[in-house]
């Protein structure tokens, strides 16, 4: 091991830990890794490599089958969250565990017992103390519900360290903040290290492992690899040893051929049964050959603007325009059902973001779930399975599907195999527009690569393809034009070859009225040449707005 | 940081913790030998547990009174078709139930729907019978036992698609009207103040005796509802559609399923169902109706229902399993004397163990080696072995 190691004492250490879940699952398997003192150590695997349950293990929330953890050298038995803080661990979960209606210090004294008077004043000031002392951005007497997601994420941090947490565990915290949160919630972790507190950090985002970490440790399948120092490694070396072999990372993008128009939305609303306007005059155009990036903080509107061109809401107003590309006729789908939409002959396929709650039946089989779309063909009363088993087969002969047989249920699958049965269902239908809701979320990278694979090919057959993301990089990648929403309103849309992620990020948050330009709002009648240099123009315009809502 | 960790050892050794002694996870998926296999331990336990309650309580022979389970149940010619009979009544309100319960509509109202149809069937015999021949008034019969039916069953439908009621609330509260509505009909059609209306009001319409057996053409009926049942949920579009609908609406929505027509759709089928069960227990068995003419079958239906998992074929065997403990339960009360409590309670052990035996075909138990008696643990591996 390397210098650093022998000047720091370990912290935590991990022996031969092993954890099955049912007779065929092994979560962990003969783990063993150390965590010292003042170090941030990174968790690196790709999904199902057993990060989380392993960490869960040390905070008590799972029971470990064999090996033993040692705290300073003494062997622990952690059968507890509550035994995890009495060995002063803490863990932040990714899903906030936080009362509403609370405050930011109701919350963080809520559960603790010990033999001191109930003093909320005293308590607020501690809270204050450890705020300042980290540098947190945190007001202690604000309530949970009008907080930001980012406030939230401190104030479980701020829980832990109330406690007397000195080893933190953070699930992959940065999945639900934008670039500039994550800088500030780093600045915050690397003060904790320097006050020697232990830090691991689980994520799959290997920039931020580089950025962030004094080690890392790689999980693959279940079992530990290695640890390595990261000022001594690269992305290719660590995606390597995460991945057990070599693979490329980069994302072929070709440049568009045949660009059309394929679907016109004009100044549509939307407002929910509960008065909240969640989509306010959205205007843009997707192109067929040309991917379409959809970029924005999670709950932003995207969800509601995807469901509501595939038939799935009811609008306020304006219009959603098709242009067929057999017949050149335009039709309008707002305020069609999925079948009239069909019906109309427009060949639009969606893969929604909640793969099994919406775009597939858990319990059912793969021939079953093909059927989802084609099962009505026919005036028999009866189903015909026999095309959709074919398509089964094709599809995971051709995606490469790991099932044991068609027969399945799809729940039983890996996300990355779920997804894979969806996004090939969709395909299947030679769509002309292919919308796609996070459609990598909880892949692995191979997995991931192949989505985005699928996704070019779309686009080099002429589909127009609409791409909700959450990784900046990929979004930057991927997409020809990244169009950032916040808060139910455009707030740019930017060219994906010039565009940078700090752009993106100030788009993403400038939510304040931003009405969409004259400019903007002419940007369907432009001509190509034009269209494509709607970039730098607005995204700092998002900038300078932002600027001037700070000082 | 040795001061601190010096510390918090020092604080840790007060609440050290042993291992816990067993953990419990969620199978996979289990084998038919190994669900087979849980069932039977799980109905021999029960035998045992009520065998013992026997001796404690009542000094009988635990297994002399087994033996009059089967002579209750099977004992003579009379028997077996009683019996049959029985089962095909709660098998054909089971399938019933099946489409609306794949669907997730949780209809609590089978009672209510085969009541009101009994009471259509038994009305149209009473008022029309004897001015009609025979061969109009059965059609007769039946199709407004459907139309009953379907009411009952579709009024909960429709306001659970229009208005998103809460359907097992809706169709509980439907039970009560039919019973009120028999009430009704027993004092407008017999003026003794009877609580029976009887085969002396109702002589006509009565439906035919296959090869001289009463129940024959109920039981025929019934068996080719299950295969109808079983054909329709599995491979017509309407059970696919069923299925979607049950699985997640939001599904069902996002490829265009109108849910609402759906759930209407299902609900007529499934009161029909209920109606035509209605109008084979008046036509063909009774032959008389009173208000608890179905006798808590609506309910024992939806345990059938579950305990089948829905499989219709599985159903015949759970309806037949249930029939069985009744008919035998009441044989012994009666020839040992005990009153009807004590059947119920045997049939109340066989049940809690069948249910609740689910819970070790969903869960597995794994059993920490370690806090084992040292001479136990050799066991605890081969086991675990053996399981594997």
Redo the contacts between chains.
């Keep these: 091991m390397n210098e650093t190691v022998s000047e720091k004492?370990v912290a935590l250490e991990l022996r031969h830990i092993t954890k099955r879940?049912?007779?065929?699952?092994i979560a962990n398997r003969d783990v063993s890794l150390q965590v010292l003192?003042g170090e941030i150590l990174a968790i690196l695997g790709e999904n199902g490599s057993g990060k989380t349950t392993l960490m869960n293990m040390i905070a008590g929330i799972y029971?470990p089958?064999e090996g033993e953890i040692f705290?300073?050298?003494?062997k622990?038995?952690i059968?507890s969250p509550a035994?995890a803080f009495?060995?002063?661990i803490g863990m932040i979960h990714q899903h906030f565990k936080l009362v509403d209606v609370f405050t930011s210090t109701e919350n963080i004294v809520l559960g603790i017992r010990d033999d001191q008077r109930f003093n909320l004043k005293e308590a607020a000031a501690r809270v204050a103390e450890i705020s300042a002392r980290y540098g947190f951005e945190l007001d202690p007497n604000k309530k949970i519900y009008n907080m930001s997601v980012s406030e939230k994420q401190t104030v479980e941090i701020v829980k832990v360290l109330y406690r007397g947490a000195?080893i933190l565990i953070l699930d992959e915290p940065t999945a639900v903040l934008t670039p500039q949160e994550t800088e500030k919630l780093f600045a915050v972790l690397r003060r904790m290290r320097d006050d020697?507190k232990s830090i691991i950090i689980i994520t799959h985002k290997m920039h931020e492992v580089l950025s962030i970490s004094d080690r890392v440790a790689i999980l693959r399948r279940g079992e530990y690899v290695d640890t390595v120092v990261t000022k001594d490694t690269d992305e290719t070396a660590l995606t390597e040893m995460m991945v057990g072999h070599k693979i490329s990372l980069n994302i072929e993008r070709s440049d568009p051929v045949n660009v059309c128009d394929r679907l016109t939305v004009k100044d549509i609303r939307m407002t929910t049964r509960e008065g909240v306007e969640v989509l306010k005059d959205i205007n843009f155009v997707a192109r067929a050959g040309e991917i379409l990036g959809i970029a924005g903080i999670a709950g932003s509107g995207q969800r509601e603007l995807l469901e509501s061109i595939?038939?799935?809401r009811h609008l306020d107003s304006g219009e959603i325009l098709y242009d067929n590309p057999k017949t050149g006729e335009t039709v309008n789908l707002c305020d069609r059902?999925?079948?009239q939409i069909?019906d109309m002959g427009v060949r639009l396929s969606?893969v929604?973001e909640?793969r099994?709650?919406?775009?597939?039946?858990?319990?059912?089989d793969i021939t079953?779930n093909m059927?989802?779309?084609s099962?009505?063909k026919g005036h028999?009363?009866?189903?015909n399975r026999k095309s959709p088993k074919e398509l089964a087969e094709h599809i995971i002969e051709s995606l490469e599907v790991v099932t044991p047989s068609v027969s399945t249920p799809v729940r039983?699958l890996s996300g990355g195999n779920v997804q894979k049965v969806l996004v090939g269902r969709e395909i299947s239908s030679t769509p002309a527009v292919l919308m796609a809701a996070y459609p990598v979320r909880g892949l692995d990278i191979n997995s991931s690569y192949t989505i985005y694979n699928l996704l070019n090919q779309q686009k080099k057959n002429g589909v127009a393809v609409i791409f909700v993301g959450e990784d900046l990089d990929v979004l930057l990648e991927l997409c020809d034009r990244i169009m950032v929403i916040g808060s139910g309103k455009i707030t740019g849309v930017v060219d994906a070859r010039c565009a940078t992620k700090e752009q993106l990020g100030l788009l993403m948050t400038s939510d304040t009225a931003h009405k969409p330009t004259a400019e903007e709002e002419s940007a369907s009648t432009r001509t190509e040449e034009e269209k494509s240099i709607v970039t730098a123009t607005e995204a700092g315009k998002g900038e300078q707005q932002h600027d001037s809502n700070r000082t | 940081?040795?001061a601190?960790?010096h510390e918090?050892?020092q604080?840790?050794k007060a609440?050290?913790?042993?291992?816990?002694l067993f953990?419990v996870?969620?199978?996979?998926r289990i084998p038919l030998w190994k669900s087979i296999t849980i069932r039977a331990v799980a109905i021999l336990a029960a035998l045992l547990l009520s065998g013992i309650l026997t001796i404690f309580l009542t000094g009988e022979n635990p297994l002399a009174v087994y033996k009059y389970y089967f002579v209750g149940a099977f004992g003579s010619s009379f028997k077996v078709w009683n019996t049959l009979q029985g089962t095909a009544i709660l098998l054909g309100i089971a399938l019933a139930l099946t489409p609306a319960y794949k669907m997730r509509f949780w209809n609590t109202g089978a009672e209510g729907q085969v009541l009101i149809g009994c009471l259509a069937t038994a009305f149209i015999m009473w008022k029309v019978g004897g001015t009609v021949p025979d061969g109009l008034l059965i059609p007769l019969m039946l199709l407004s036992a459907l139309a009953a039916g379907i009411l009952w069953g579709v009024l909960p439908a429709i306001c659970k698609a229009q208005w998103g009621t809460n359907e097992t609330l809706f169709t509980l509260m439907m039970n009560y009207v039919a019973i009120q509505l028999v009430e009704c009909f027993l004092k407008v059609a017999d003026k003794t103040g009877s609580n029976t209306v009887g085969p002396n009001l109702l002589k006509n319409g009565w439906l035919p005796k296959l090869g001289g057996q009463d129940y024959l053409l109920n039981i025929l009926v019934v068996a080719v509802l299950t295969v109808i049942v079983y054909v329709y949920l599995k491979?017509?579009?309407?059970g696919?559609e069923i299925?979607?609908v049950g699985?997640?609406e939001?599904?069902a929505?996002?490829?265009?399923i109108?849910v609402k027509k759906v759930i209407i759709r299902t609900m007529v089928l499934s009161g029909a169902l209920c109606g035509l069960m209605g109008f084979l227990l008046v036509a063909g068995t009774s032959h008389s109706i009173d208000s608890n003419l179905v006798d808590g079958r609506g309910f024992t239906a939806i345990m059938v229902a579950w305990m089948a998992k829905f499989n219709p074929f599985f159903m015949v065997l759970a309806s037949l399993l249930l029939v069985f403990l009744d008919k035998g339960a009441s044989e012994v009360s009666t020839r040992f004397g005990l009153n009807q409590d004590y059947s119920e309670i045997v049939t109340g052990i066989i049940l809690f163990f069948l249910i609740g035996c689910e819970f070790f075909m969903n869960y597995?138990i794994?059993i920490n080696k370690s806090r084992l008696p040292a001479r136990w643990r050799k066991e605890a591996v081969a086991d675990k072995k053996e399981?594997?």
């Design positions: 004492k879940f049912g007779s065929e699952v003192h029971f089958d705290v300073d050298g003494e622990v038995t059968a035994d009495r060995y002063r000195d020697g595939a038939g799935l059902t999925p079948i069909r969606f929604p909640d099994l709650g919406m775009g597939l039946v858990g319990n059912m079953d059927m989802l779309r099962y009505r028999s009363m009866f189903l039983r | 940081m040795t601190t960790g918090r050892n604080s840790a609440h050290v913790k042993r291992e816990p953990h996870s969620k199978r996979d491979y017509s579009k309407h696919y299925s979607v699985e997640s939001n599904t929505r996002y490829i265009g109108n597995q794994h399981v594997q």
